[in-house]
Nanobody, 123 residues
C-alpha cells in the first residue's frame, strides 16, 4: 500500500514555472513506479510523465517533453514535477500515481492515486 498527496498547484501566468510535489508514504512506496497524470475539464485523464525512485528511468508525454521535468528524492519519499514555459493548455487537475509495473503510460496500470492538485494557466 502507498498513500500519495500532491501539493504545489495554483494559478500562474503563461510562460512561467511551477513545481508540483507528491509525498509518498507507506513502507513499500519505493517499490512502485511513480507517475504524473492530468485531467482537463471534459477530457480524459492523460499521462504526463513517470519515473522510478533511482531516477534511472523517466519518460514524458510529447506534449510536455522539453518543458516539464520529473524527479524523485528517495530520502524524502517525494516526487516532483517541474513545469516550465507553461501554456494555457496545461490547465488541469494534476494527479500523482503509483504502479507496481516496471514501466507504463496507461492510467489503468496505476493502482494508487492522490487526490489531485489544480493547475490553472492564464494567458
Amino acid at each position: 500500500q502507498v498513500q500519495l498527496v500532491e501539493s504545489g498547484g495554483g494559478l500562474v501566468q503563461a510562460d512561467t514555472s511551477l513545481t508540483l510535489s507528491c509525498a509518498a508514504s507507506g513502507r513499500a512506496a519505493r517499490r512502485y513506479l511513480m507517475g504524473w497524470f492530468r485531467q482537463a475539464p471534459g477530457k480524459e485523464r492523460e499521462f504526463v510523465a513517470s519515473i522510478n525512485w533511482n531516477g534511472g528511468y523517466s519518460v514524458y508525454a510529447k506534449s510536455v517533453e522539453g518543458r516539464f521535468t520529473i524527479s524523485a528524492d528517495d530520502a524524502k519519499n517525494t516526487v516532483y514535477l517541474q513545469m516550465t514555459r507553461v501554456k494555457p493548455e496545461d490547465t488541469a487537475v494534476y494527479y500523482c500515481a503509483a504502479t507496481i509495473a516496471s514501466y507504463s503510460r496507461h492510467r489503468n496500470d496505476y493502482g494508487f492515486w492522490g487526490p489531485g492538485t489544480q493547475v490553472t494557466v492564464s494567458s
